[in-house]
Structure formats: structure tokens, C-alpha cells
């Protein structure tokens, strides 16, 4: 049913009722061939008119969303203006009497997108595009380009549209296989992280393997791992020994950077790339920048700590690392774990710092701010209610300090005693 012409405006569309059955339609009075149509749940701003010897009959929603194909919700009716509405009209009217009908453009697009989908691309290429187009961090990056060039490498130049479910169930155990052989690995873990890089690529392109959960009753064939650990014990004073086997080592350098490793629980990167522009001490502050999880992570320092860090930056320019030349300090890792008979690395004294943690009571969203792992999006508790506190972060990294270092304790410097003999 089609009534007479009024004037549109937010209000009145608002009090137009719904019918019961069937649709109305209303006619605006100042846009010409923009009408409103109706139904028992819906109003659809659309334009008709005749062109030409030809019908046309557009909404104004079908322009919206072929001007949006990159997947935004676009232009909302319901909280647009009219003015809006009436030049989205005028538009779309040019639009249509050009033969430029907007659908028409959308399902040429997609018709491309799906062909240069269907063309053939190889792993190499397929990475290398993805690369290109997603945001990561240069050591992710870095990472998968080891990827390929090592786990990866024989599939290089196969194609991605080759790569089905039961290609990607052999190629992990393949991975695996050949890693065993050549002594890279016995976990099978690389192999996990090469087919994971190979589903994120098939998903991203949208070829090869699309069905990565359980087919047919049967889940894809991960390599089952062990979480990396440490022996690393605090109950066993492990940190009071590693604190005073640190004290008689020859590189100062060295020294306060895995010392700072084990007072702060850092990741390695971010200690090693933290800049003297980064550091406060006047709030005792160290100010990580855009680390692992996409934000910034701000250590509090513990007095142990400040007094490393102070030393460290003394003489320096704020654009200077403050633990210059650190990066892995293997030879001084061996010699540590020589010495308390434990394998050391830099990540098993970020774990060590958590386990201190535990063995110290300290309460658990304490712990996982000082380790800055990011809450799931699950973890509604910890994103929203169990914040902790500037002072509770403080005084988990003190309480650590305190256990490895506790104050007024003795540490030798040998290099000290050589310097003034």
C-alpha cells in the first residue's frame, strides 16, 4: 500500500507504525523518487524511478555495502541523518542512470577476489604475500622465514592449493622425522610451530586445508609436547647461588643483565632492547615498549634492581641501551650452570622468577602482571575485577629481590679484588 508524499524527518519515521501484514510505503517531498517502505519488522530507505524506457528500484542499504566490502559494518540507517539519507539517494540515482549499478560492481569484485584466490601460489610466494599484508613484530617474522628455510624448505615450491588435509598430516610427521635424524629437535615442537605457519598461510589465502579441527572424528595429528621447564628450585636457595656466582663474574656487562633478568622476570628481547630514555628513577621505573603481547610493560623496580640499573646508564645518552652488547650471554650461562650443575638460559630464569613467586606466596594476578602475560579473553576475573595494584606489582618484584639478594648480604666481586691488586 502506497501513501501520499510527506516531508521526512527523524521524528515522524520514528512514529510510523509497523503494520500488521503487508508493507508501506511513504513518499519524501523534497527528495524526489526516495521513498520508505514499511513492513511489520522493517524500514527500508530505497529509491525508484524510470530511466530511459527503464525500472529502477534500489535500497539505499545495497550502495552502502558494496561501498563497503572490506568487511566494516558501514553506514547505519538508524543513526543516520536524513540529509544523509536524501544525498545517498541523489547519489545512487546518478550512479544507476551512468549503468554504474553498485550490486553490479560489488559481484565483479568478488568474482575477482575469488579468481585471484583460485590462481595458484606456492608456500614461499603464499608466505611472502602474507608477510607483506599482516602486522607482526621482526622477530615473529624473522622466525617464519627460519621457518621455511629450514623446516619448511623441501615443500617450498609446492602449492598451496596442493596442501590438503592428508598433505598436512604427512608433513608434520615428515618434519619430525627428518629432525630426529639430524639431531634438531626430539619433541617434535618445530614441527608443530612449521604446520601451524603452513595453516595459517592455507587460511589466509583460503586454499589448501580449510578444516583444521577434528575430521571425521579424528583430530589433526598434533605432536604432543612437554611445557619447557626448569630444575631451577628456590626452595633449594638456587637463587641466593646464582647471585653469588654472579658476583665473581669477570664481565660487569654481562653480569647486571642476567642480573636484571632474574630481578625483573623479563623476556630477553625486552630487557636488551630497553633504552635509557626508558628508565626513571626518580619513580623507579623501567618502561618496556610494545612487547610481546602488543603493549607496554612497566617493571617496577625493587632496590636491588635500581641499583644495577642506575650503574648501568651511568655516562650514557637516553637513545643508548642500558645493558649495551649484553644480547645472549652464552658463555656466561655455561659457566653458571657448570658450576650449580642446572641448565641455565635466559628463559629458564624467567620461569625461575615465576617459581620464586609461587614459593613467596605472592598473589597470583600479582604474578602474571610482573610477567605481563596478557588475560584471555575468558579470564574475566583478572581483566576486570582482580586487577593488581602498582603497589602489589612493587612488592612482588621486592619480595623476589629479597630472596636472591637479601639486604645487607655480602657479594664478592673478584674482578674488584684484581683490579686493585
Known amino acids: 500500500m502506497e501513501n501520499g508524499k510527506i516531508n521526512f524527518t527523524q521524528t515522524l519515521i520514528a512514529k ?6 503487508g508493507k508501506k510505503i511513504y513518499w519524501d517531498s523534497v527528495r524526489p523518487n526516495l521513498a520508505l517502505r514499511v513492513t511489520k519488522s522493517t524500514k527500508t530507505f530505497f529509491v525508484r524511478f524510470k530511466h530511459l524506457g527503464r525500472s529502477y528500484e534500489r535500497a539505499i542499504e545495497d550502495r552502502i555495502k558494496a561501498e563497503n566490502m572490506d568487511g566494516d559494518k558501514g553506514f547505519i540507517l538508524a543513526h543516520a541523518s536524513i540529509a544523509q539519507i536524501r544525498d545517498e539517494a541523489e547519489t545512487l540515482i546518478s550512479l544507476l542512470k551512468s549503468n554504474a549499478d553498485p550490486r553490479e560492481a560489488h559481484k565483479k569484485e568478488l568474482e575477482r577476489q575469488a579468481q585471484a584466490k583460485a590462481a595458484s601460489i606456492t608456500l614461499e610466494d603464499a608466505l611472502t604475500a602474507y608477510l607483506a599484508e599482516v602486522p607482526l613484530k621482526e622477530r615473529t617474522q624473522m622466525d617464519y622465514r627460519a621457518l621455511l628455510t629450514r623446516e619448511l624448505l623441501p615443500y617450498c615450491s609446492l602449492q598451496l592449493k596442493d596442501i590438503d588435509r592428508q598433505k598436512a598430516e604427512a608433513m608434520i610427521h615428515e618434519i619430525k622425522d627428518r629432525l630426529i635424524e639430524t639431531g634438531r629437535g626430539k619433541n617434535g615442537s618445530r614441527a608443530n610451530h612449521a604446520v ?5 598461510l592455507c587460511l589466509f589465502h583460503a586454499q589448501g586445508c580449510q578444516d583444521w579441527r577434528a575430521h571425521r572424528r579424528r583430530k589433526f595429528p598434533w605432536i604432543k609436547t612437554a611445557p619447557r621447564t626448569t630444575d631451577l628450585d628456590p626452595s633449594m636457595g638456587h637463587g641466593q647461588e646464582l647471585w653469588q656466582l654472579l658476583g665473581q663474574s669477570r664481565s660487569d656487562t654481562s653480569r647486571d643483565y642476567v642480573k636484571a633478568l632474574m630481578l625483573s622476570g623479563a623476556r630477553r628481547g625486552e630487557l636488551a632492547e630497553a633504552l635509557v630514555s626508558d628508565v626513571n628513577l626518580k619513580t623507579k621505573t623501567i618502561n618496556f615498549r610494545d612487547t610481546k603481547n602488543g603493549t607496554d610493560h612497566k617493571i617496577l623496580m ?4 635500581t641499583a644495577i640499573v642506575t650503574e648501568a646508564i651511568k655516562d650514557k645518552t637516553s637513545d643508548q641501551p642500558i645493558f649495551s652488547h649484553c644480547g645472549e650471554p652464552k658463555k656466561l650461562m655455561a659457566n653458571l650452570s657448570k658450576k650449580i650443575g642446572i641448565h641455565i638460559t635466559a628463559h629458564g630464569l624467567r620461569k625461575f ?15 602474571k602482571g610482573c610477567l605481563n602475560h596478557a588475560p584471555g579473553s575468558a579470564d574475566v576475573t583478572h581483566a576486570h575485577y582482580a586487577r593488581p595494584s602498582p603497589a602489589m606489582l612493587r612488592d612482588a618484584w621486592q619480595r623476589v629481590a629479597d630472596l636472591y639478594a637479601p639486604p645487607g648480604a655480602k657479594v664478592i666481586h673478584l674482578d674488584h679484588h684484581r683490579k686493585s691488586a
Open 302 to 305: 625493587s632496590d636491588q634492581l
Open 196 to 200: 601451524r605457519l603452513v595453516r595459517a
Open 16 to 21: 510510523l507504525p509497523h503494520p500488521a501484514s
Open 353 to 367: 622468577f615465576a617459581l620464586s613467586c609461587m614459593h613467596l606466596n605472592v598473589p597470583y594476578p600479582a604474578l
